[in-house]
């Protein structure tokens, strides 16, 4: 009994010791040292302080970003995260909350990518995997959850390009109100037909310039088909031919362009449903 009381009370003055050196280390260090780059460092000490948050709320961020370092997570994702907030005047303990679900989120989004994408599209693409990080952390807050999205990927593995792209795809067809069980169900049903992700961003593009303008979901529902191919007859709506939305007078669309839902760099994709800061148990702070 006496051994374990020793034990308990060493491990204790371990924890506050390695506590007191991390609180005496400033808070740019901290967050170097947690993975965050020198400017991203910089700025973010510089608009946290000026946004008020104390030191204390900044070694909480440094610790939970050290942790996404610790397991190969792309730290600048929840950096930005904290930028956004401190951005739109949340409080600093709604931005520590939003770490911290971010946090979890992005966990979930790697499982997701290690059972879905090959070995070899992973190792060495950092950019990539950030990336595709980000699209599936997008897609979950659209309601697209880790079961959902394994019955949309299947069980083949695809590079992380083509991961990105479907989980994309699928989070603007959300956004535009599509029901996740349709979602699941025709985009599973391009993947086993093998449909390319370039056809996938300009069938995209086009179903945004659609809704844009007023479409109907269940128009934008057979235009998706009939663009992916799902369909053997053309009917109203289709993508093709004079009229079509691939046809449209101007020379039609033939990747991603203006309109709501297109992607428009790192994340892509509209946000939807979930999207902006939630506060304890939520999704995070917006957009990664």
Known sequence: MRRARLMLTACLTALALATTAWAATPPKTALRHAGVAASQARRLVREARAAGVNAATMDRWARRLSMLHRERLPVSLAVEQIFEGLMKGVSASRITDGLHAFARALQGARRVLDRHATPQSI?????????????????????????????LLGRRRLT??????????????????????????????????????????????????????????????GMLRAGLGLRATMGPGSLSGPG???????????????????????????????SGMTGPGGAGMGRP
């Open 123 to 151: 190792a060495g693409h950092p950019r990539a995997v950030r990336h595709a990080l980000s699209d599936l952390v997008i897609a979950r807050r659209a309601g697209l959850d880790g079961g959902a999205l394994d019955r």
């Open 160 to 221: 992380v390009s083509r991961v990105s792209a479907y989980v994309q795809v699928a989070t603007d067809l959300r956004g535009w109100g599509v029901g996740r069980r349709d979602v699941v169900r025709m985009l599973g049903e391009a993947r086993r037909k093998g449909v390319s992700r370039h056809r996938l961003f300009a069938l995209d593009a086009t179903l945004a310039h659609k809704a844009a303008h007023g479409q109907g979901l269940q128009n934008l529902r």
């Open 244 to 274: 079509g939305a691939m046809g449209m007078p101007g020379g039609g669309m033939t990747g991603p362009g203006p309109g709501a839902g297109t992607m428009t760099g790192p994340g892509g994709g509209v946000t939807g449903p979930g």
